[in-house]
Each structure stands twice: as C-alpha cells, then as structure tokens.
C-alpha cells in the first residue's frame, strides 16, 4: 500500500513526512527515501531537503521487497578446466574482505562446484563492485589466474550503466588518472603523484531526457573506475550512492568479457543480458 499526501503549506520533504506520518521512525522515512519510494508528482525524489509547493501530492511507495537469503547456486555463463564465468547478480560481494563476514560469490561458486570428496579451488582473475551485476571471471589455478591477467591489457570489458542526464556530445573518452582514497573508500579523478591512468570510452545507447542508458568500455580496471569516471563528467550513475545519490539499486552491469586464452592464444567471450530491474530504473526519475 502507498500513502498519498497533498501539500498545503510549502515545507521541506522530509520535515512535511515526518509531521504527516507521526506514526513513523524518522529512520524508516530515510530508508524509503534513500531507496528510491518517494516520488512528488509522479517523480522519484530521494534529497531530504526538497522544496515542496502548495499542491505538490507527494506519495509514499512501499519499501522495495529484498530477500535476507543469500543465492545458493550462481548461473554459470562457461566453464572448462581452467577459465568458469558467472553471471554475480547485484549486491552479492564478488570474493570476502576482512572486514566482511557476508557470503560472497566466490565461496557460493565453491560450494557449487565442489564434491564430498573433493573441494574445487578458485581465483578470483576480475573483480567487479556489490552493487554491479554481470560477468564476473575465476580461474581454477594461480596459475591460470596470472596468465590470464598478464594478457589483461588486451582484454575487451563492456559495460551498461544508466546515468542522470544526457551525456553531450553523446560519445567520447574520459581520459583521467584515478587514485584511491582508503579512508573514504572512493576514487579521486585528477592528476595527483599517487594517480594511475585510467581510460573509459562510452556511447549512448538511448535518452528519455532526464536518464540514459550508455554502453562503456575501458581500457583499464580501476576500481571504481566507471562510476568515478562518469560522475566526474557531471553524469553520475543511477542509484550509486557513493559518487550520486542512493537508489533501489545501482544502474551499472558487466555486459561482456572478452579475453586471451593463454594456452592456444583463442579469444574466449563471456557475456550475459542485464536483468529486468536494472532496465527499470530508465523508466525512473529523481
């Protein structure tokens, strides 16, 4: 169920909530706010601080349905001895940090793929964020892992991401260094001592006006590398709280992975559709 309410006085958004919704926790009006449930005149508006007029209807959507469970089997786009790709699905980790106790993609691929009598070993050859879904890779020896990545410079990553705005021109290059910064946990864009180089090519895919959907490619793999990239230009990605604002889920998947087989020097190509909900935040506005 969602609550309708019209605006009598101008106020901001989440003053008028909280004095309209006495029954609820300050904190649950910033979650619903934060995941993209509260729209003003048929807009999704997720700034605290939005000015609301006289006969704006703002309407309260229900929380977005989330499961605590985490997958138990992982779709695998390929497999052979030595390369296994998967489709991660969003806000499932890539592989476990200290600091994480969640289950992650690598340990669910493990457990899949290993037998009583026998557990399967697994490096992680690529690495994309929680929050994107798409192709990620493992190999099955160190070995493997390091032939692949010697040759990585030659592989080809495509992405889609969903921005705020529309990029013009609608093509180019974003040719800027990236360096991290670990107490913030993000990515500076700028020449810097610390910054390594960092390319990212993109092109538009198509535009309502207020979002678009690009096609992206990169050079390099920095982390975070797209979305710092893309926000720097002015054309954050949807939903990516740490370089835009928050949303239902981040507008940004892992389209296709082309590399160089280091045994028989064959191009080997992994690749998978972006889900219905990422499609569904075109159809949304802030």
């Given at each position: ?38 729209s ?5 508006i ?121 990029p ?20 500076h ?39 710092a ?16 604002t928050?949303g ?7 389209l ?18 972006a ?12």
């Amino acid at each position: 169920m969602s609550e309708k309410l019209q605006v009598k006085e101008p106020a901001k958004l989440l003053v008028f909530l909280a004095e309209r919704l006495p029954g609820w926790a300050r904190s649950k009006i910033k979650q619903r706010l934060q995941g993209g449930c509260v729209s003003v005149n048929g807009t999704v508006i997720t700034q605290h601080d939005y000015a609301l007029n006289v006969g704006d209807v703002v309407e309260v959507g229900a929380a977005a349905k989330t499961t605590n469970s985490t997958p138990s089997q992982l779709e695998i786009l390929y497999s052979d001895r030595d390369i296994i790709a998967i489709n991660k699905p969003a806000g499932l980790l890539s592989v476990g940090t200290t600091k994480e106790t969640q289950q992650h993609a690598l340990a669910i691929l493990r457990n899949q793929l290993s037998r009583r009598s026998q557990a399967v070993k697994l490096w992680p050859v690529n690495r994309i964020d929680r929050d994107t879904s798409g192709v990620l890779l493992f190999a099955t020896s160190r070995e493997m892992r390091e032939a692949v990545m010697a040759k990585w410079d030659k592989a080809e990553k495509t992405y889609l991401a969903i921005v705020e705005g529309c990029p013009s021109p609608a093509e180019g290059t974003i040719d800027q260094p990236l360096r991290a910064d670990d107490e913030e946990y993000r990515m500076h864009v700028g020449a810097h001592p610390d910054a390594k180089p960092a390319i990212t090519h993109f092109t538009t895919e198509r535009t309502n006006g207020s979002r678009t959907l690009l096609r992206v490619q990169i050079d390099t793999g920095r982390q975070h590398q797209i979305r710092a990239h893309l926000s720097w230009l002015g054309y954050p990605i949807v939903g990516d709280q740490r370089y835009g604002t928050a949303g239902v889920r981040m507008g940004l998947h892992s389209l296709s992975l082309k590399i160089i087989n280091p045994k028989n020097g064959k191009e080997l190509s992994f690749g998978t559709p972006a889900p219905a909900d990422f499609f569904v935040l075109m159809n949304q506005r802030r």
